[in-house]
């Protein structure tokens, strides 16, 4: 499985590591803390043979994208294990959505997770994940102590593997 992720600006990438680190805390899950992974937003999921098929499309990309402003304005759940900062989908959004989608489906021998497609896929940067129902209760009440409705901004896109998380390729993005 390989991701297409956006990764935020440094005053966001702090405000989204400390509800990450204060979850952590509170919670006694180490998962996201432990494992490294860094405050990003998924965009896509593919399954490849290799790594190699998608770097060519990855660099297409790259150069038709730029930096964008999201607004996070929610929390929520992916019952039963994950807890979530939500955005609103905003034509900055969707459209990374619509041509990172449009790219890699032109692809033979790949395969875009259908939760990760156009008009399906549910923005959201995962702050805790592998919570217990108790430990999701007290993410909750940790995020409605700690959570305002703030802009952010994309500065890079990136082409990763998982398991572990581990980047292949980065692309900062022009403003």
């Known amino acids: 499985m390989y991701l297409i992720s ?3 600006d440094e005053k966001t990438n702090k405000t989204l590591q400390r509800y990450i680190d204060r979850i952590a805390k509170s919670t006694g899950n180490l998962f996201m803390t432990e ?3 860094p405050p990003h937003m998924t965009v896509s999921a593919i399954e490849a043979k290799s790594i190699d098929e998608l770097i060519d499309s990855f660099e297409n990309i790259c150069r038709k994208v730029k930096s964008g402003e999201i607004m996070f304005v929610s929390t929520g759940q992916l019952l039963p294990y994950v807890f979530y900062l939500a955005p609103v989908m905003n034509s900055y959004l969707a459209g990374m959505s619509r041509l990172i989608y449009d790219e ?3 692809l033979e021998d790949i395969k875009i997770s259908r939760y990760y497609q156009p008009d399906k896929w ?3 940067v995962t702050l805790a994940k592998k919570l217990t129902k108790d430990q999701m209760m007290t993410a909750l009440d940790v995020m409605q102590n700690e959570f305002g409705p703030f802009e952010a901004r ?3 896109i990136g082409l990763s593997r998982v398991n572990p998380h581990e980047d ?3 692309h900062i993005l022009d403003i």
């Open 122 to 124: 549910l923005a959201h």
């Open 6 to 8: 956006l990764y935020f």
């Open 104 to 106: 890699y489906s032109k």
């Open 154 to 156: 994309t500065a890079r």
């Open 35 to 37: 494992n490294k992974v």
């Open 168 to 170: 292949v390729r980065t």
